[in-house]
Each structure stands twice: as structure tokens, then as C-alpha cells.
């Protein structure tokens, strides 16, 4: 049990002398004239061992307890003779709170991460996920905490939305409509009789909406959930997940790529501090080299290369992919994982990206066949942030729309914003859940999050 634990415990409201702890039970077992519990109420990775005997008030009542229950002890805390733990209760009092029958699925052995996802209520009271939750509280907590410190403005943007921020179009619409008798016109539903009064959706990104108010307050960033209706059953996708997304005034390309290696490696460092019991844990049972890998990232420089620098390299190689490598082609999970564990062997950055496969809102670059676009890529998962200066000029905007089939009119206010004041300025998007992928060494996108949506999973 931790220092900070061990405060908790002795300033509860008892008696002097005494802690008070409410729990589960995770083990019980007697000897001749004790009962010995281990507890653990979910604030750290370590249980407190709890001994009993026939003095302790509700001893007559411990064989009613037993793995999962939920208890109160009161009882002084003495150093422990035991290996492998410092501190135990000597109860003086137990009280069963909530019993747990025989058929508790949690027992002590090894479960597999399939079937914890099926009782995905009782999993977080498993080491591997309590820990992984509690990564994901502090590495909440560090994101905030870096942009408050940078002299970031935090802004929430909207979760419903009219328009398509990527033009990707896997977007989950949302209506007040009754789907069994929907009214329609000539031009099919009659989205006028709708509650917005024209089709709605939930949003995959509020990037956008960030770029008007850095516009306006300078530096802001908005930290919330996303949507997108892909069929896709990857270890990496999920219908709802949550985005990091600042965007920065005035910043050009390299300042978009300097703060986004300056933030990565911040958040890591502040969780592998805050954290680091819950990091040992994956480090020893998971990922062996979850260590290694996470003082690679925030000790190494970053490199940088060109897209085009890129694709040489991929073409050279002798590695067989599965997506064929050539300029004007996407960059491929399988692609960045070999630049960046295979090749580099660190964290990398990659630039100007073609426009032909990038959205509208990225700035052209001189060359017009490559836009300001960046993607960090780092070891075990790939890319990590994705971000670009953005079009701050009108008629190339007007263009990129022209050529990527947005149509304007539905963009007048994003227009506006090049019209009235426009400066330089750009943003990236971090996937928080990758990012807890690369922390813990979990290979599932489904186990970093307490309820997964995925198709066909909408459970809990």
C-alpha cells in the first residue's frame, strides 16, 4: 500500500488510534484462530491485508464473506511481519456492506481479456484494469494540466454537428423523427420537420470549431468524446472515442510540430511519475519493454522526415508490405511501425503530405501538390497525432473545397473566419486512447476504455 494510501487510512474518521477502510474483499482465508482478508478499494494497485479473530466485532460473521464482497474494517495499523507488504490492519471491527455468492466471476486466477470485456461492469476491479483506469484519470488530469501551463484557453466545442469535419462521411446521424413513419418530400425525408431543422449528426471532430476561437482567444484546446460510424472490428477503432485537440494562432508547421513533441513527451513523463506502480504492472505482465520504449519516447529528438523522404525509404526496403508503397498513397499502420520500430528505432515525425489525400482545410503548400500536414509516429502503435497549418487563405480554401467536393455555402462561417482578420495558424488531434495504448503496453483499443463501443457492442 502506497505513502499516499497509507495517509487516506490514518486521517479517516475514527477514533484516535485507529483507520477505518471500506473495500472488496479480493482473498479470504482462515487459520486456527484468525481469518486473514485482503482488501482493496480501488485507489492504488496494492491490497492491505486484514487480520481477525474471535475479539473483532462481526468475527461470527466472516464466513459469510468472501471473494468480491464489500466491507468495512476498523482496526489499528501495525507493521507487518509478512513478505512483500509493509503495513496490515489488526480489525477490531469488520461489517459485511454487500455479500457476493459463489458465482462471483472474478476469482484468483488469470482471466483473458475477451471474456472480461463480456462482464465489463466487474472488470475495472481486476489489477490490470483498475490500473489501466487510473493511468487514464492521471493522463487526464496531465493533458489538462500541460495546457493550463502553456497559457491555453480550454474550450468545449459541439457534440452535435451539421457537417462533416474530415469529409469521410462515417458519421452516426441523430434525428427526433419517428423511423417508422418519416415524413418526406420530393426530395426524400423532410428534414424541415426535424428538431434542427436539417440533418444532424455527432460530431468526429471538433477541430473546426477550435480554429474560430483561436481566431479570437489565441491558443485553446478542446478534450472530448468522438464519433464515427466505421464497421471496422480493428484492435485500433472504435465508434466512440475521445480527442486532444489544441490549435495554436499564429503558429506555422514547425511550431505545430515542435508543440506537439513537447506535449507527447510532457504527459508521458507526468504519468510515468504520478503513476508509476500501475506502469510497473504493465511493464512486468504485458509489455516487457513498456519501459524501455517510454524513456525512448521522451528522451529521444524526435526525427523528422518528408513524406516524400518517406516513401524512398519504404521502396528501398526489402520488407514485403501488404499496402503497396508510392507517392500519392497513404502511409499505412504497417508502413509507420517499420520507420519507427524497424528503421529509426525512435519516434519520428512526417511532413507535407500530398493534397490529393489530405482534407481541404490543410495549407497548399508552394509546391501545390503537398499540403502542411504532419503525423507524429511512434513505436507499437503508429501514428499518435495527426495536424496541419491550416488554409488561412480564402481562395485557396475556395479551391481545396472545389477539388474535395465540400460545398461553401455549408461552410460560410469557416469562411468567413479567412475573411475577416485571418492569420496563420494550425492544430493536430491526439488520439487519447492510443495514447493509453502506448502507455500501458495494451494491445486492444477496447481495453483503455471502461465501455467500448463498437459495432455491434453497445453492452453496459
Partial sequence: MNRTKIIQL????????TVCLKGWVRTRRDAKEFSFMEINDGSCLQNIQVIADAKTKGYNDIKQISTGAAVSVVGELAPSPGKGQDWEIQASMIELLGSAPKTYPLQKKRHSDEFLRTIGHLRPRTNKYGAAFRIRSELSFAIHEFFRDHGFTYIHTPIITGLDCEGAGDLFKITTLDLNHQPTSEQGIDYSLDFFEKPAYLTVSGQLEAELMALALGDVYTFGPAFRAENSNTSRHMAEFWMVEPEMAFCDLTGNMDHAETFIKAVTSRVMEKASSDIELFARYVDKSLLQTLDNLVSSEFIRISYREAIDILSETKNRFDYPVRFGADIHTEHERY?????????????????????FYMRVNEDHETVAAMDVIVPRIGEIIGGSQREERIDMLEERMEETGINPADYWWYLDSRRYGSVIHSGYGLGFERLLMLLTGITNIRDVIAFPRTPGNIEF
Avoid: H, M, N, W
Fill in 339 to 359: 520507420l519507427a520500430e524497424t528503421y529509426f528505432k525512435q519516434p519520428l515525425i512526417v511532413y507535407d503530405y500530398p493534397r490529393s489525400i489530405k482534407p
Fill in 10 to 17: 490514518l486521517s479517516a474518521e475514527c477514533s484516535p488510534g
